[in-house]
T-cell receptor, first 113, second 114 residues
Framework: AQSVTQPDIHITVSEGASLELRCNYS??????LFWYVQSPGQGLQLLLK??????LVQGIKGFEAEFKRSQSSFNLRKPSVHWSDAAEYFC???????????FGAGTILRVKS | KAGVTQTPRYLIKTRGQQVTLSCSPI?????VSWYQQTPGQGLQFLFE???????NKGNFPGRFSGRQFSNSRSEMNVSTLELGDSALYLC?????????????FGQGTRLTVV
């Protein structure tokens, strides 16, 4: 069965510092991978996605992620964090037929000034 | 283009009652999925509907059901509510639900069972 692990429940970074959020997945075939962000009381917004091709994908708000098949990882990065990036971030894998997503537990990002 | 609309935004129900939540997808989207979000279990897939047919189902009891109408609007129903059903219920729509589509999420319905 498909699964996603986000090992960090909370991460705190200083504004302007770089960010890396970790994601490991388990899926038998070539995965469809996603990163979503959720602000308090809101739904989820897609940051970026990977289906195939270039393993470094660019997303919105200056985020990027790198797919590493050998490590079953899809880590999210941002070179310089802004206070408005404080939110919860979810990694997800498309679980086969249809549009079912399996989500990780999420990582709460805190940004300190 | 209007986003995914979920109504109501907030609900308070009593144990044993039933509840119906509504989701209007983005115009032209044919796939609607539902998720339950709780602090303990995180985001869990409930079911997906495509062209009025349930295409995928998560691991939830039969008290959770849904349907989709010909205009792609969807409803989910929870019968015999339990305290543990308190959660944020999120609806997501996508054009074809191929798995490669972006899923657009609504703001959710916050259900509190007392």
């Amino acid at each position: 069965a498909q699964s996603v692990t986000q090992p960090d429940i909370h991460i705190t970074v200083s504004e302007g510092a770089s960010l890396e959020l970790r994601c490991n997945y388990s899926y038998g075939a070539t995965p469809y991978l996603f990163w979503y962000v959720q602000s308090p009381g809101q739904g989820l917004q897609l940051l970026l996605k990977y289906f195939s091709g270039d393993t470094l994908v660019q997303g919105i708000k200056g985020f990027e992620a790198e797919f590493k098949r050998s490590q079953s990882s899809f880590n999210l990065r941002k070179p310089s964090v802004h206070w408005s990036d404080a939110a919860e971030y979810f990694c997800a894998v498309g679980a086969g037929y249809g549009n079912k997503l399996v989500f990780g537990a999420g990582t709460i990002l805190r940004v300190k000034s | 283009k209007a986003g995914v609309t979920q109504t109501p935004r907030y609900l308070i129900k009593t144990r044993g009652q039933q509840v119906t939540l509504s989701c209007s997808p983005i115009s032209g989207h044919r796939s609607v999925s539902w998720y339950q979000q709780t602090p303990g279990q995180g985001l869990q897939f409930l079911f997906e509907y495509f062209s009025e047919t349930q295409r995928n189902k998560g691991n939830f009891p039969g008290r959770f059901s849904g349907r989709q109408f010909s205009n792609s609007r969807s409803e989910m129903n929870v019968s015999t509510l339990e305290l543990g059903d308190s959660a944020l219920y999120l609806c997501a729509s996508s054009p074809e639900g191929t798995g490669r589509d972006e899923a657009f999420f609504g703001q959710g319905t916050r259900l509190t069972v007392v």
